[in-house]
């Protein structure tokens, strides 16, 4: 397989937004890209480029040795000819069609019984078994999800576009089926670029991730290490987690989980479907600082550390403790002020065992998969 595909585009529309988009994506071994940033900061307008529903103005697409766009010579490949799977937002399934009927949609191309074949075999990839002649309405959101991706990667695509995967699902199924998507996505082994605006599911899906904001890159790396170190406060904001730690769960009794991370101890709500190697994410909102043997609040989780560093905000200033790891805490200037806080100077974190969020980092999902 080729090596990458390399992105460098510009699209306008008048009187909104401008989009100048420029990334790689490695596809050998295939990799998920995450499109990550709030509503309306042009990630549907890229996906929708690199599918060929949109043109650039300038710029180029190149898909391995493939030349999709590139708009100095007017090159410019259908649709049709990239071998693409998309999966739009709601899905659009066809109502008056049956789910077998849906996932045979654009395999015109083979014979009757080469197309019953790649349909029963996608099906079953999906775990659709006995939905083939129901109608997506009599369907659940999960099931209509899996549906969409079986008609998206029944042409056998060498690269998938998926915008918003989970967003039609309620929380708990999001919860659910988000792990499940990373197994089948490396079960696959098709390059993918997904977006979404959900932190969780930019940890859980991506081996890579692009923050764009207004049409605009502003930070490439894994999931971890953007969210853990945004390069600027404009990508702190956009991304919200500043702490962002692999764990492993080494115990769980009477609700509670015990998370080590680099040998300190953290608590957290047992979740049992997240499997033991998990991603540790903690808001910095939620770390509350307090001097040494003091204990003012009630939280599980007391942890003594140093101070790293401080940087004013505006009006808070943020504090970067090593405690066993970097952890950010968000405080008011006149915190910094009554607790002396400076590089060097001893403090505890203290946090309550519900704002330890847990993201598990597919361990268990993927020798699931791997046994199946």
């Not at 909104?16 to 549907?44: E, Y």
């Not at 899996?146 to 576009?161: C, D, F, G, H, M």
């Not at 859980?204 to 930070?219: A, S």
Request: hydrophobic share 45%; with cysteine.
């Amino acid at each position: 397989m080729a090596s990458e595909m390399i992105v460098a585009i510009q699209k306008s529309f008048p009187g909104r937004l401008s989009v100048d988009a420029s990334f790689r994506l490695p596809l050998d071994p295939p990799t998920i890209l995450i499109l990550f940033g709030p509503s309306g900061a042009g990630k549907t307008t890229v996906l929708r480029c690199l599918a060929g529903l949109e043109w650039p103005e300038q710029g180029s697409i190149q898909f391995g040795d493939e030349v999709w766009v590139e708009t100095k010579v007017g090159t410019r490949m259908p649709p049709q000819k990239r071998r693409i799977g998309f999966m739009s937002q709601d899905y659009s399934l066809f109502p008056s069609h049956s789910v077998e009927d849906n996932i045979a949609f654009g395999l015109g191309e083979l014979d009757a019984a080469s197309r019953r074949q790649r349909v029963t075999e996608v099906m079953a990839l999906l775990q659709l078994q006995g939905a083939e002649r129901v109608r997506p309405n009599q369907l659940s959101g999960g099931q209509q999800q899996r549906v969409a991706l079986a008609r998206a990667i029944a042409r056998r695509p060498q690269l998938l576009l998926l915008d918003e995967p989970l967003s039609a699902l309620d929380a708990p199924t999001q919860s659910k089926l988000c792990g499940e998507l990373r197994s089948l996505l490396k079960q696959l082994a098709i390059p993918s670029v997904v977006v979404t605006h959900d932190w969780a599911e930019a940890l859980t899906l991506g081996d890579q991730m692009t923050v764009i904001n207004e049409g605009r890159v502003l930070q490439t790396g894994t999931p971890q290490e953007v969210f853990s170190r945004p390069r600027d406060a404009e990508v702190a904001r956009i991304v919200g987690v500043e702490t962002v730690v692999q764990g492993r769960v080494i115990d769980s009794s009477s609700g509670l989980s015990t998370i080590d991370v680099d040998g300190t101890k953290l608590m957290a709500l047992a979740d049992a479907e997240l499997g033991l190697d998990v991603f540790v994410c903690v808001r910095a909102e939620d770390v509350v600082l307090e001097t040494l043997g003091v204990g003012a609040t009630s939280a599980r989780n007391h942890l003594a550390g140093t101070v790293r560093e401080v940087t004013i905000m505006g009006a808070l200033v943020r504090i970067r403790i090593d405690c066993g790891f970097l952890l950010s805490a968000l405080v008011t200037r006149s915190a910094v002020e009554d607790l002396r806080l400076s590089p060097g100077v001893p403090v505890v974190a203290a946090i309550k065992a519900g704002a330890v969020h847990l993201v598990s980092r597919g361990s268990r999902a993927a020798s699931a998969c791997a046994s199946a």
